[in-house]
């Protein structure tokens, strides 16, 4: 199995940034598409970003695109998403993810989940 720890989270104001990263264990982190997702209170969770095993392609929620960018560093089993021009409504509790699947915004696609890190965005 893949464990995944989620890190950077916090309190910031609209408009800050924040960089959030995703520490894997196990040696088959590279093969995997990886993705981040959100929930926040009293919503289901929604899609965020995905990046390929390589980390040539990416993609995003329309709702992020533009501002959120999504990178991995297989070598030290790490991927990021570097939150900028953030808004209220982007406070939730973020989590990454595994996936087989390229490119998927769907939750059933995705396997290994880590716990999340809170982020908050005052206004």
């Known amino acids: 199995q893949v464990q995944l720890v989620e890190s950077g989270g916090g309190l910031v104001q609209a408009g800050g940034s924040l960089r959030l990263s995703c520490a894997a264990s196990?040696?088959?982190?590279?093969?995997?598409?990886m993705g981040w997702f959100r929930q926040a209170p009293g919503k289901e969770r929604e899609f965020v970003a995905a990046i390929s095993w390589s980390g040539g392609s990416t993609y995003y929620a329309d709702s992020v695109k533009g501002r959120f960018t999504i990178s991995r560093d297989n070598a030290k089993n790490t991927v990021y998403l570097q939150m900028n021009s953030l808004k209220p409504e982007d406070t939730a509790v973020y989590c990454c993810?595994?996936?087989?699947?390229?490119?998927?915004?769907?939750?059933?696609?995705?396997?290994?989940w880590g716990q999340g890190t809170q982020v908050t965005v005052s206004s």
């Open positions: 993810a595994t996936s087989n699947t390229w490119s998927s915004r769907r939750s059933r696609d995705y396997d290994y």
């Open positions: 196990g040696r088959t982190f590279s093969s995997y598409n």
